[in-house]
Each structure stands twice: as structure tokens, then as C-alpha cells.
């Protein structure tokens, strides 16, 4: 086994894949290029909440920890 430790960002990308039921996050970024509304994941750490963002937001507000620390799934994969 290896003991490279994932980034963050991976470890909330394969998180957001997990909640939505993907099991490949090509299909799930796939989804979010289509649609208007993305999936957004809050980026502190213990806290997975998930709201559909829009595309291009990298500070939306999290419900359940209070913060603007929804980061939209395209922002996370580097796509826009
Ligand atoms: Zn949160």
C-alpha cells in the first residue's frame, strides 16, 4: 500500500461521487457540464455537506456548518 496522502480536493471529489451514487467521477463531472445547477461539496474538513452550486462557485454557503465553503464540482476538478 501506498502512503501518498490524497489532497483535499481529491479526498471531497471521490466524497461527492460517493453521495451521488457515481461510481466514476468522468460520469458525474459529465452530468454537471450538462445541467445549470452542479453538485457542490463544503470544503471544511468533517463536514461533507452536499447543495447543488452554481457551476462556477468556489464560496457558496454551507447549511450545515455556516461557512461560504461550498465549492462547486467543476471548480474542485479544475475545469473551470
Ligand atoms: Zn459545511
Known amino acids: 500500500m501506498s502512503n ?9 471529489l471521490m ?9 466514476s467521477l468522468d460520469d458525474l463531472l ?6 445549470s445547477a ?3 461539496i463544503c ?6 455537506h452536499t447543495a447543488e452550486m452554481e457551476p462556477d462557485q ?3 454557503f454551507c447549511e ?3 461557512g461560504n465553503t461550498v465549492v462547486s464540482i467543476l471548480v474542485l476538478a479544475d475545469l473551470i
Open 4 to 12: 501518498i496522502a490524497l489532497s483535499q480536493k481529491s479526498v471531497k
Open 15 to 23: 466524497k461527492l461521487c460517493d453521495q451521488k451514487g457515481f461510481d
Open 38 to 40: 452542479c453538485p457542490g
Open 30 to 35: 459529465l452530468l454537471a457540464l450538462l445541467n
Open 64 to 66: 450545515a456548518c455556516g
Open 43 to 48: 470544503m471544511t474538513e468533517g463536514c461533507d
Open 58 to 60: 468556489d464560496q457558496g
